[in-house]
């Protein structure tokens, strides 16, 4: 397999929708200056600055080719070489993570991930730990709600070294039972931590509140109090051997290697690696739109409330991936979006509001949200229900949807500058199974949204009347307010932490 | 947020300044940074730094002005950072809004933050829209009182206030570098009080406030333009003459000199907070940023909380398993340096326990040494970070921020090699060296965070007299 994915061309955006008749554009300025020198004329000179300069057509980026191929143990890899800095940035993963196991495991996926550098058959958790700062890398492992990560940034001269270590710990991971209590005594505080901070009380209602507990997205990452005291050892060697199989998983590389000696490394570090693995299981029962109901966690004394709106929406290959992604950035996905202008800029209630579709491999949250003072929660509540529920009313006009195809489109080069950047956006595609070529029409998906798309994409998902919206603050200053809106039921949760640390 | 949040007000222990940038590496040999550049001054005193990098299609504009919360006025905590929102909001050829809206419209997005020292904002934009931004940021810099209003001013006051909130008052121990801040550094020095200020403060600024301080330090004079990307010098010359070069200079800077703060004793703080777990915050005055010692305790950090086997991590986190987590960082700043280390007990541990380790593995530090592989480690860490940081042109640490760091901060925008060698010159003595002179049995802010109720949790510091604060 070859993707082609070179000449991405910007040529076919529209240009910039605010642009001047000054027709100066090109022309060299008459004011020079050189090193230590001073400008050959000084003063006012007679700077034409009230016509905004006019922005040309952008360039084309050159993207380097895709190579996508498969080791002979089922292993995908896909690798840009790209040579300017010694660095080497890499991601192993692994399809399923959180959803590859029952919901009342909650935790087992991110743990399992937590355990790999904790021991291997020939090192300690100390030696592992040791080996990857002597070569001045950065390991991570992690688990989300799909897939299982592991990611590595090492200068060139090290690469080959690290990769060692990450085949070990994939490969020959021990799961000693001391290492496993510690980090279970460890993740235990965190979820007494978790519950001082009031966003992370917001977001894990909002997540309850849309999926509920039966559902993977609904329960959380880290694990519960009662699913870590639970999880065993033997779930967590059954996990790693069910999803860290080659069968399962897809190395993507970027960096300053060749795909020869990548390959020689690979042969060599994961020799003897094989198996198919489980395929991740099919996807939950679909999960109903609820009525549009506020829910509050009450958090004694908060200055702010943290508000959260929005419902289960798309998947991450919906056919209308073009018009979310347009929608969503006119209404909050970007400074000047409609929540922003109108929660922050123009009535100061926040230091920032935004939305977002978060696509899955299943149906993901839209969910938009800020942290608003306590004392205009129940207006700020007002205005997302309105700025929300204006974008199925009526048609995104025209200036507004320039600008926002422009700033998503133009900005393109942008996201591929940095080797993790040009993983992140590879790792995505391969997880969910988009083609490699994505990015080559992206550019051209964009802008053929019009107005008539983000308003079919807004009713069908932007509609409050099936959203929940869910607010961490202080229960005693907002419950009236919020009621008094009238905009629905108010359904009061119970903390699920614990309330005090310890016994 | 899944996107920018514009104005981050940087509390000087949030800027773990590592340095950085360009490069070239023989096949294994040691690796060798620079970026390259061209420098410039106009004649109103705007210094220029243009860095050539043509690997992708985009640009950075990024501008720096010497001034931070180290310039403020008593009763004005915060205003330079309200500023810093106020430059946002349009000037005399940009309406209100348009900042954002053209940036937006060509593909650009943008940021500015302030720290105690300088302020600093850029626009990371498509290379085509290099002329648009230099035209925004010439706007603001020489025309922004002219329709500066009351509103505008009231606006992001609310907004500044919602950032102090989300960051510091509705934050678990969202006050407690603040309060280290105003116990290690005495009321007449600058970094006495917080970057976003307080809240009667921010309150109190008024538009007189806002034209007074643009006159003082919003000049050509105080301020250092640099561009880095896909363009070319000859452009920016010209578009930098063009947009620039008429903007009249400002009167001398105002210089803040202040002696060197110094703690007679430990001084316990004890706070209590809307939390848990209790979290011990020790802060150590130190050297200021890019001098050889603050490179020898940035290594000192690494060696005590970086990685498993690191000294207080491996103590406290790993073997004893009474602190939740560990970390140290040199904060070295323009005036002043603070050292710290911010430890969280587990549940109902007891901060005084972490207080005894973190003071004895000082001293063995002293006493006994670091080893070889210990430095090396750390050392090989920051390395990977400098070519790490190469990797963007634009943004807070990216290629064009960091020259202008090293204008300002270090004399020189070509300072990035001299910057790695320093930490390459660090030695296992000289890690002693700094543990001894600096932080070993030298007196610290020794601030205990505990849930409400629970004084008990707090250290107690050696040898001195507890002072409880509501």
């Known amino acids: 397999m070859m993707a082609s994915w070179t000449a991405l061309s910007l040529a076919g955006c529209a240009s910039v929708a605010y642009t001047s008749s000054d027709p100066g554009e090109g022309t060299p300025a008459s004011i020079t200056v050189g090193p230590g020198g001073s400008p050959s004329g000084r003063g006012r000179t007679g700077t034409d600055r009230t016509t905004v300069p006019t922005v040309g057509a952008p360039e084309s980026m050159e993207m380097p080719e895709i190579q996508d191929y498969e080791l002979d143990n089922g292993l995908r890899v896909v690798l840009v070489e790209r040579h300017a800095l010694p660095l080497v ?177 690979l042969t060599r570090a994961f020799s003897g690696w094989t198996g198919r693995g489980q395929d991740p299981p099919a996807p939950p029962g679909h999960v109903a739109a609820a009525q549009r109901t506020i829910y509050l966690v009450d958090k004694p004394g908060a200055t702010q409330s943290e508000v959260r709106v929005g419902r289960v929406a798309a998947d991450r290959r919906t056919d209308a991936y073009y018009s979310l992604a347009v929608a969503n950035t006119v209404l909050g996905g970007s400074f000047t979006s409609r929540l922003n202008s109108k929660l922050r800029e123009e009535k100061g209630y926040t230091y920032g509001a935004g939305s977002y579709f978060d696509l899955r491999r299943f149906p993901g949250p839209f969910q938009a949200s800020a942290a608003v003072a306590t004392p205009v929660t129940d207006s700020a509540v007002a205005e997302f229900v309105q700025e929300i529920d204006r974008m199925h009313e009526e048609a995104v006009p025209a200036p507004e949807l320039d600008r926002a195809r422009n700033y998503l489109a133009l900005r393109l080069p942008q996201r591929f500058e940095s080797l993790d950047d040009v993983v992140g956006r590879l790792s995505e595609l391969v997880l969910y199974g988009v083609p490699l070529d994505f990015y080559s029409g992206y550019v051209a998906g964009v802008e053929a949204v019009d107005a008539r798309e983000t308003l079919a994409v807004a009713s069908e998902y932007l509609r409050t009347s099936g959203m929940a919206i869910v607010i961490a603050g202080d229960r005693a200053s907002i419950e009236e307010p919020l009621r008094a809106l009238g905009l629905g039921p108010v359904v009061v949760l119970e903390p699920r932490a614990p309330s005090q640390a310890g016994g | 947020m899944g996107w920018r949040i514009r104005g981050a007000a940087l509390a000087a222990a949030a800027l773990g300044l590592l340095a950085t940038t360009a490069f070239a590496q023989e096949d294994r040999g040691p690796v060798e940074v620079y970026i390259p550049y061209t420098q410039f001054t106009l004649a109103n005193g705007l210094n220029v730094i243009v860095h050539e990098d043509r690997s992708l299609p985009v640009a950075s504009v990024n501008l720096w002005y010497h001034v931070g919360s180290k310039n403020e006025k008593p009763g004005r905590t915060g205003f330079a950072h309200l500023f810093e929102h106020i430059m946002f909001e349009g000037s005399a050829h940009v309406p209100e809004g348009d900042f954002d809206n053209l940036l937006e419209a060509a593909g650009g997005v943008n940021n500015g933050s302030t720290g105690n020292d300088r302020t600093n904002y850029w626009e990371n934009i498509p290379a085509n829209a290099l002329e648009l931004a230099l035209w925004l940021e010439a706007d603001r810099l020489g025309f922004l009182l002219e329709t500066m ?132 915050y020790v802060a150590w005055h130190a050297p200021k940023v890019f001098t050889d010692e603050d490179a020898a305790l940035d290594v000192l950090a690494s060696v005590l909380t970086e990685g498993k086997s690191s000294r207080l991590y491996k103590r406290l986190v790993y073997d004893e398993q009474i602190a939740q987590d560990v970390s140290a960082f040199q904060d070295g700043q323009e005036l002043a340096g603070t050292f710290w280390i911010i430890a969280t007990a587990k549940p109902d541990v007891g901060l005084e326990r972490i207080a005894t380790a973190i003071r004895e593995e000082l001293d063995r530090v002293v006493s006994g040494g670091v080893a070889a592989a210990e430095r090396e480690r750390a050392v090989n860490g920051v390395e990977t970070d400098f070519v790490r940081s190469l990797e963007r042109v634009g943004g807070f640490g990216g290629k064009a921020d960091r020259l202008n760091e090293y204008h300002f901060l270090a004399g020189t925008p070509g300072w990035a090699r001299k910057d790695l060698d320093r930490y390459r010159r660090v030695t296992e003595g000289g890690l002693a060296d700094v543990a001894r002179r600096w932080l070993a049995g030298v007196p610290a802010v020794w601030l205990s965070v505990v849930p409400e109720g629970r004084p008990e949790l707090a250290a107690s510091a050696a040898g001195t007299e507890g002072e409880v604060r509501p």
């Open chain 2, 149 to 280: 209003t009351q509103e505008k001013l009231d606006l992001q006051r609310d907004v500044v206030k919602n950032e102090r909130r989300q960051g510091v008052d509705n934050q678990p121990y969202g006050n407690a570098f603040e309060t280290v801040y105003e116990n290690l550094y005495p009321a007449d020095h600058p970094y006495h009080w917080p970057v976003i200020g307080s809240m009667d403060d921010l309150s109190a600024a008024t538009l007189d406030d806002v034209k007074a301080f643009f006159r003082t330090y919003y000049a050509p004079n105080n301020a250092s333009l640099s561009i880095a990307g896909d363009v070319s010098l000859s452009r920016v010359r010209a578009l930098v003459g063009k947009y620039f070069a008429d903007i009249p200079s400002g009167p001398p800077i105002p210089t803040v000199d202040v002696p060197d703060a110094t703690l007679a004793a430990d001084r316990p703080v004890v706070l209590e907070d809307a939390v848990q777990l209790p979290r011990l």
């Open chain 1, 89 to 265: 940035s890499l991601e192993l993963q692994f399809r399923g993570g959180a959803s590859a196991h029952e919901p009342r495991l909650a935790g087992l996926a991110s743990l399992t991930a937590d355990m790999l550098d904790e021991g291997t058959s020939t090192r300690s958790a100390l030696q592992i730990g040791d080996a990857v700062d002597l070569l001045g890398a950065s390991l991570s492992s992690t688990a989300g709600y799909d897939a299982s990560q592991l990611r590595l940034l090492v200068l060139r001269t090290h690469f080959e070294a690290a990769l060692d270590i990450v085949a070990d710990v994939v490969v020959h991971p021990t799961f000693p039972e001391a290492e496993l209590e510690r980090l279970r005594r460890e993740r235990l505080a965190r979820v007494i931590q978790r519950s001082d901070v009031p966003a992370a009380l917001a977001d894990d209602a909002f997540a309850e509140v849309l999926y509920g507990d039966g559902h993977p997205y609904g329960v959380s990452l880290l694990g519960t109090k009662e699913s870590l005291e639970s999880l065993t050892r033997d779930e967590v060697v059954a996990f790693h051997h069910a999803r860290c199989a080659p069968g399962q998983g897809a190395l993507i590389v970027a960096g300053d290697v060749t795909r020869e000696a990548l390959d020689s490394m």
